[in-house]
C-alpha cells in the first residue's frame, strides 16, 4: 500500500540550531517527492520537490532534502533554523502526473528563542 | 510563482445553509484541481478532483451530493457545501496544477475556514 510517514509528530529546536525532518515513503514505483510548510491558518507552500536527477535538493528559505532510494527516504534539512520557520510540515509524494497526492501526518515544527 | 487564491478564508454560518468556496489559479491555467479537507492537527484528506469541462471524482466516503464541485473554467473551481451542519465544519484547501509544461506541481490556496453553527 502506498504512504507516507513522518515520525516526528512534534520537534523543537532552539534558533539558530540545525533541523532534519524525517519522511519516509512506500511506494510502488519511484515518486515524485515534495516538502510543504504550513502556517496556523492558512495553505500550504511548496518548499521544494524532487522529480529526477541529483538527489540533493534546494528550496527556499534556506531548506534542503536528500532522496535516498534505499531508504525510501526524503529527509529535509535546514542547517540554522529561525524562530519564523516555526510551522506545521508536511511530506508528500505522488505520481508523475502529479494527481492524487498523499500527505504524510505532518511534523509540527516549534523554534525556541 | 504559480499563485491560488482561495475565497472566503473564513465563513460563520448557520446549520442548514450552503456555503460556496471558490478557487482560483491566478496566473495559469488548470485543468485540474483538488479539493482537501484538513481536521485540527491532522493531515489533509483528499475529498475529491475537480476536472475542467468534465464531472468530478470523488473519494471513497465523500458525499457528492453534499460537496458539490463545479469546475466550469481553467482558472475557477468552487465547492459548496450543501445544507451545512456543524460536523462540516472544518478547514477547506484547494490545489491545482499549471497545465501547461511537465513536472509541475500542485500549488495551494490558503483555505477557507468554515464554521456551522
Known amino acids: ?113 | 510563482g504559480a499563485v491560488v487564491s482561495q475565497h472566503p478564508s473564513r465563513v460563520i454560518c448557520k446549520s442548514g445553509t450552503s456555503v460556496k468556496i471558490e478557487c482560483r489559479s491566478l496566473d495559469f491555467q488548470a485543468t485540474t484541481m483538488f479539493w482537501y479537507r484538513q481536521f485540527p492537527k491532522q493531515s489533509l484528506m483528499l475529498m475529491a478532483t475537480s476536472n475542467e469541462g468534465s464531472k468530478a471524482t470523488y473519494e471513497q466516503g465523500v458525499e457528492k451530493d453534499k460537496f458539490l464541485i463545479n469546475h466550469a473554467s481553467l482558472t475557477l473551481s468552487t465547492l459548496t457545501v450543501t445544507s451545512a451542519h456543524p460536523e462540516d465544519s472544518s478547514f477547506y484547501i484547494c490545489s491545482a496544477r499549471d497545465r501547461l509544461g511537465s513536472n509541475q506541481p500542485q500549488h495551494f490556496g490558503d483555505g477557507t475556514r468554515l464554521s456551522i453553527l
Do not use: M
Open chain 1, 1 to 113: 500500500a502506498q504512504s507516507v510517514t513522518q515520525p516526528d509528530i512534534h520537534i523543537t529546536v532552539s534558533e539558530g540550531a540545525s533541523l532534519e525532518l524525517r519522511c519516509n515513503y512506500s511506494y510502488g514505483a519511484t515518486p515524485y517527492l515534495f516538502w510543504y510548510v504550513q502556517s496556523p491558518g492558512q495553505g500550504l507552500q511548496l518548499l521544494l520537490k524532487y522529480f529526477s536527477g541529483d538527489t540533493l535538493v534546494q528550496g527556499i528559505k534556506g531548506f534542503e532534502a536528500e532522496f535516498k532510494r534505499s531508504q525510501s527516504s526524503f529527509n529535509l534539512r535546514k542547517p540554522s533554523v529561525h524562530w519564523s520557520d516555526a510551522a506545521e510540515y508536511f511530506c508528500a509524494v505522488g505520481p508523475p502526473s502529479h494527481y492524487k497526492y498523499i500527505f504524510g501526518t505532518g511534523t509540527r515544527l516549534k523554534v525556541l528563542a
